[in-house]
């Protein structure tokens, strides 16, 4: 087998995951008889995981989200992403350029704050059901991103929590669409006792067993073989498979 016949069977599968529900929650929002849908993703719009995946999956992939995002921009469908117990530092980095007067060799003025997290920082001054002003993020990823589909990002407080909430460039643009999303996401939290309905409901349903996760994965390598491509599996999914045999 050549090089280019080998593939991560994890790494497709997230990668097809995420696009496959990115398009049943768009197919979903079509139906619904509502003026105006919202679309809840639990995760971040910022597609992190291409950056770790090899250049062909990342450059498969990003073009295919894109796509579906701009589907929902046509659409006009609001989608926001839910970020529960974030570890993002934005912000914090924001108040160590204010405590070292933007001098990156003044290491000794921040120390304080390195061991922080944004949601500290937003913790700080949030009352339950506020949120933080929007942010833009300039992540080398997003640089890909069309205008319009750049993700802003909030932090909000759901009661229990700060979560961090991403949305595309054409939706932060417009006040009542912010004050659409939060209304329902802080209706969700109380009705969830601190975390959205939808989204505790749609974990319900995605659940996969290891014994059928296992079956899926052997049905995936077995059909590489037939196709004569090698299919790569972690180590431990190997010793794994070994056991299971």
Known sequence: FEEKDWFEAIDIVNCRRQE???KH????????PADNPIVLFDGSLIFWHLENMSERLHDEYLPRYLAL?????????????????????????????????????????HTQ??????????????QPFERTILFANHSPIVKLYPV???????????????????????????NDN????????????RKGF???????????QAVVKGPDRDFFYHIIYDLGQQQKRMIAFSLKQVKKRIVSV
């Not at 929650?25 to 619904?32: C, D, G, W």
């Not at 939060?182 to 209706?187: E, G, H, L, P, Q």
């Open 148 to 174: 319009h589909l750049k993700p802003y990002f909030f932090y909000l407080h759901v009661g229990d929590e700060i979560v961090r909430i991403e949305v595309p460039a054409w939706v932060a643009e417009n």
């Open 20 to 22: 496959l529900e990115f």
């Open 113 to 126: 704050v390195d061991h922080m997290l944004d949601t500290h920082v937003a913790q700080s001054f949030l």
């Open 178 to 189: 912010i004050d659409s999303i939060v209304k329902t996401i802080c209706d969700q939290s």
């Open 194 to 204: 601190g975390y959205p309905v939808v989204l505790s409901e749609a974990h319900e």
């Open 69 to 109: 995002l701009d589907y929902y921009y046509k659409k006009k469908i609001l989608i926001a992403g839910y970020i529960s117990m974030p570890k993002s530092k934005e912000l914090v980095n924001l108040v160590r350029m204010q405590l070292s007067d933007c001098d990156p060799n003044n290491n000794d003025a």
């Open 25 to 32: 929650a768009l197919q979903a929002a079509l139906e619904i």
